[in-house]
């Protein structure tokens, strides 16, 4: 005995194979985005590692150019302009230029962001003693192998990176890293 009314129109199977078809491609399209995510996050380079050539513009309109050759240590952090977490840590450094104005006046303290010079004018917030470098084009970023922001880099001198940081951290870690950057540079 055969029971049709079990069996569904071509038009029901046609319609659940395409529901089928969709759950997958978001299954994988999701999974796909998920591995980036994790790839994103990673630190790109392990230190100490020779820091290219970076250009960018200042806030006073002059190109900017690192290594510079200058004696003095430098950091150089990577911020948006529309990152929350960015501003936070700019402030934190603020804080840590408040705390220690002798340690932080030992360095050069470049702040770059993505975007045009206004944008990174306002970023660094006051009592914070920073160039301010534009990275238009996104070449900056690319050089780094930036991959999240806030990001951090101590640089030696010489143009090496000594350590880099990725996200948030405190104003003890930042006074820290600090003070081991001047130490290397004797």
Do not use: K, N
């Not at 029901?12 to 790839?39: E, T």
């Not at 200042?58 to 150019?65: E, I, L, N, P, S």
């Not at 603020?94 to 045009?116: F, H, K, N, Q, T």
Request: net charge positive; glycine share 10%; proline share 7%.
């Amino acid at each position: 005995m055969r029971v049709e009314w079990l069996r569904p129109s071509a038009g029901v199977r046609r319609a659940l194979a395409v529901a089928i078809l969709l759950v997958l491609v978001a299954a994988l399209a999701s999974g796909w985005r998920y591995a980036s995510a994790r790839r994103a996050a990673a630190v790109p380079r392990e230190v100490p590692y020779a820091l290219g050539d970076l250009e960018g513009v200042t806030a006073d309109g002059v190109q900017w150019r690192f290594p510079s050759g200058a004696p003095r240590p430098t950091v150089l952090i990577y911020a948006s302009p529309t990152c929350g977490h960015c501003r936070a840590e700019l402030e934190r450094w603020a804080a840590a230029a408040a705390m220690r104005p002798d340690l932080l006046a030992r360095v050069d303290v470049v702040v770059i962001a993505p975007g045009a010079v206004a944008e990174t004018t306002t970023l660094v917030p006051p009592g914070l003693v920073a160039r301010h470098v534009a990275d238009g084009g996104g070449r900056i970023a690319r050089a780094l192998a930036l991959r999240a922001v806030p990001f951090e880099v101590f640089v030696a001198p010489d143009g090496t990176a000594l350590e880099q940081a990725v996200g948030e951290t405190g104003v003890d870690v930042i006074l820290a890293r600090v003070a081991r950057l001047v130490g290397s540079a004797g």
